[in-house]
């Protein structure tokens, strides 16, 4: 936090700019009761320290990223207006800013011509893209792979759409031979293709399904919530990147800058290669959108009030650190890629663990080594917590057996699924920390390791 004290003045000299532009308005100064502001200001900060340490490297536990100190900067100076991106109205140089931060993500994924926006995060991003590919395909079943994000199955619930999921490989990828066995029905409208699984990092395998779409009729959707902006990184294995290389020939993507583009929550952006989609997005709104005869942000999109101030802190990170492959934005990614392979490679060389399988961006998933899944699960949950005592916080995650019985062929499953480690190394900071992070795991083991399970 000692960089954002230093740049409180960066902050006040940009707010003294930002009210240079209205000074030709009677003078005016909402009265506010210091002392009481700094009073419950500090009773808040009190409060905010009941929670893990997320900026920190010794945090790599969930996927909670620290936003960048630019992008906490624009959006506080963005909030002294407070625009709302519905209408141009209600936030006019915010909504330019929008297109324009949203335009360089779509070049990020190739495509010069794009219809899209800014949302709330993820879950809304895919409501929408889903929504779309309901009305184009005259409603057909939607399948994604086991490991997708759960919210798939709810947003077809909220949408009426039928969800069906297909199996994985042992790399938690859709399995495209199960795939083309689910697409012999003929009633499949939409594929979602996850690049990036929440769980693992697994990335499915967008070459092959791109050719099962050559022979079958359906839409491809992209999730790349949390992995997207590993388009830009050169450091993915062979499979992976020929995976990013196409994602240009989906119809849709999602992508949230809040996970890995360095923003503050909530900030998701969905995106559609074909912009004639905006026709089901078309609603009049006569007292909103008179302010111009642009194209307003709330006439394609389904959420109304959006915060303009999300635009912005976007915009400002990507002016300091622009979406392209080499630059430090795309190798402070690389890094956390790098760091999870080292991880990976210092469980595999150790007696005591098992890894579930190599990561394919910077997620890492292993397990304490046991006879027994019920003893993994129960040693999983142990050191996932004299870990937390000893300063260093991972997650914890539950996979099938059917998942981990190739990897784990001389596991007894006594049980149909696993509690496992798992680690999410999305701070390029955590490149330089691996070691003291394994010193850290080292030692929370070795005080288990009394249990001859461990040892």
């Not at 939409?190 to 690049?195: G, L, N, P």
Request: charged share 25%.
């Amino acid at each position: 936090m000692i960089i954002e004290i230093q740049s409180l003045n960066v902050l006040h000299d940009a707010l003294e700019r930002l009210e240079e532009g209205f000074s030709d308005l009677p003078e005016y100064s909402p009265s506010v009761d210091l002392e009481a502001l700094q009073r419950v200001m500090v009773e808040v900060a009190d409060r905010m320290q009941d929670n893990y340490p997320y900026p920190h490297p010794m945090y790599c536990g969930q996927m909670l990223k620290p936003p960048h100190p630019i992008a906490r900067l624009a959006y506080a100076l963005a909030l002294w207006i407070n625009p709302n991106n519905h209408a141009l109205d209600g936030g006019r140089a915010s909504s330019v800013m929008e297109k324009e931060a949203v335009a360089e993500i779509a070049g990020m994924f190739g495509w010069e011509t794009h219809m899209g926006h800014l949302c709330s995060g993820g879950t809304m991003a895919n409501l929408e893209a889903l929504w779309i590919a309901g009305n184009l395909t005259s409603r057909k079943k939607v399948v994604a792979s086991k490991q997708a994000h759960y919210t798939h199955e709810r947003i077809c619930g909220v949408l009426g759409l039928e969800f069906e999921s297909v199996p994985c490989d042992s790399r938690a990828r859709m399995d495209p031979v199960a795939l083309k066995a689910r697409l012999d029905n003929g009633d499949v409208g939409t594929v979602v293709v996850t690049m990036g699984t929440t769980a693992t990092g697994s990335v499915d395998p967008l070459p092959e399904i791109l050719k099962l779409r050559s022979q079958y009729d359906f839409r491809i959707h992209a999730d790349a919530a949390y992995g997207g902006f590993f388009k830009l990184v050169d450091n993915l294995d062979p499979e992976t990147l020929s995976a990013f290389e196409c994602i240009h020939e989906v119809d849709s993507i999602v992508v949230d800058p809040h996970k890995h583009g360095l923003q503050p929550y909530g900030c998701g952006c969905v995106l559609f290669k074909d912009p004639a989609v905006g026709r089901f997005y078309k609603h009049d709104s006569p007292y909103t959108y008179f302010s111009s005869k642009e194209l307003h942000l709330g006439e394609i999109s389904l959420e109304c009030s959006r915060p303009g101030a999300s635009a912005v802190a976007l915009w400002a990170t990507q002016r300091l650190l622009p979406l392209v492959p080499k630059g430090q934005f795309a190798n402070d990614l690389g890094k956390s890629r790098k760091a999870a392979i080292r991880l990976h490679e210092m469980i595999q060389d150790d007696p005591r663990f098992m890894a579930a399988m190599a990561p394919e961006l910077d997620i890492v998933v292993w397990a304490p080594k046991a006879k027994r899944a019920s003893e993994i699960s129960s040693l999983s949950k142990a050191i996932f917590e004299e870990s937390a005592a000893q300063g260093l916080h991972f997650a914890i995650a539950s996979f099938s057996a059917s998942l981990l019985k190739h990897q784990w062929s001389d596991i007894e499953w006594d049980q149909q699924d696993v509690t496992c480690l798992r680690s999410c190394l999305m701070k390029p900071e955590h490149l330089d920390w691996i070691e003291r992070i394994w010193q850290a795991l080292d030692k929370a083991t070795k005080t288990l390791g009394k249990t001859p399970i461990i040892e």
